[in-house]
């Protein structure tokens, strides 16, 4: 893989075993940062890592599970060591991609808040037939008519999101990639690959086909909202075939970003698998 193929990664703490995060749709790895900060201070090597078309990472002409996770081996590959990865939504099907493709490269898998399966675009995972289960396009709609000229701080930006964007912490998130930019007329550009996540979208609701026999039996943890409907208990089934070693934690009051909701517990929760993988 080249220098400009390469993802855009940082790296906390000076030694130990190495974990690496990888976010979700519309994120970056400083989403990480605290969590990593606790995690590095206690003796590890952690990495947080910009998926292609977000944070500081290169632009791409599709947006592609299988793309992603080889990329993600790439990073992994320069460890020389087996890395727990953790992987949230967008980022958690990328790990288990990885996981099932080139199990050699991981310690450990954690996924949060997502499952192997098809995301609807409405209905299907709820109670509710007219909720929407994916609010993902609705996001990506309200990023694209920003009229980002008519911008004389973050503060409007937020403003005009609010409408589509119900949730500050969602809108917060969301805003992390609006960044200014002396190179554009108007001074501010999104660090996403809007126009191409909105053409892939479909796609990414997916999982890629895992080959034939397929299995990751690494130890696993998942971590899922106890509030989100992500991961249902009829998923169950297919985790248990494809990573015969997981263990299921929903955390209490707890939506889809179920590590910005409860740090405390979620990171706790991590700290305690990390410490039964290293200790072998």
């Given at each position: 893989?080249?220098?400009?193929?390469?993802?855009?990664?940082?790296?906390?703490?000076?030694?130990?075993p190495r974990v690496a995060f990888v976010h979700g749709l519309f994120?970056?790895?400083?989403?990480?940062?605290?969590i990593a900060k606790a995690l590095a201070e206690e003796g590890r090597q952690v990495t947080l890592v910009d998926l292609p078309n977000h944070g500081h990472s290169p632009w791409t002409e599709t947006s592609d599970y299988l793309d992603m996770a080889r990329m993600v081996?790439?990073?992994?590959?320069?460890?020389?060591?087996p890395v727990t990865l953790v992987g949230h939504s967008m980022g958690g099907k990328v790990a288990m991609t990885l996981a099932l493709r080139r199990p050699e490269l991981l310690r450990a898998l954690v996924v949060v808040d997502v499952a192997p399966v098809e995301y609807p675009v409405r209905g299907g995972r709820t109670d509710d037939p007219d909720e929407e289960a994916s609010p993902f396009a609705g996001y990506i709609a309200a990023m694209r008519e920003l009229d980002l000229s008519a911008l004389s701080g973050r503060e409007d930006a937020d403003e005009a999101l609010r409408p589509a964007v119900r949730s500050d912490m969602v809108r917060a998130f969301l805003l992390q990639s609006l960044v200014r930019s002396?190179?554009?007329e108007h001074g501010w550009r999104w660090r996403l690959n809007l126009e191409?996540?909105?053409r892939?979208?479909?796609?990414?609701?997916?999982?890629?086909?895992p080959q034939e026999g397929a299995t990751y039996d690494g130890p696993v943890l998942w971590i899922a909202g106890a509030n989100s409907t992500y991961v249902l208990p009829e998923d169950r089934e297919r985790m248990d075939t494809l990573f015969p070693s997981t263990r299921l934690v929903r955390i209490k009051n707890a939506g889809h970003w179920v590590h910005s909701e409860q740090p405390e517990i979620?990171?706790?929760?991590?700290?305690?698998?990390?410490t039964q993988v290293e200790q072998g």
């Open positions: 893989m080249s220098e400009d193929e390469r993802l855009a990664t940082r790296t906390l703490g000076d030694g130990g994120g970056q790895g400083r989403n990480w940062t605290t081996g790439a990073e992994c590959e320069l460890f020389g060591e002396p190179d554009t191409l996540l909105e892939d979208l479909e796609h990414l609701r997916g999982f890629p086909v979620f990171t706790e929760t991590l700290r305690r698998f990390l």
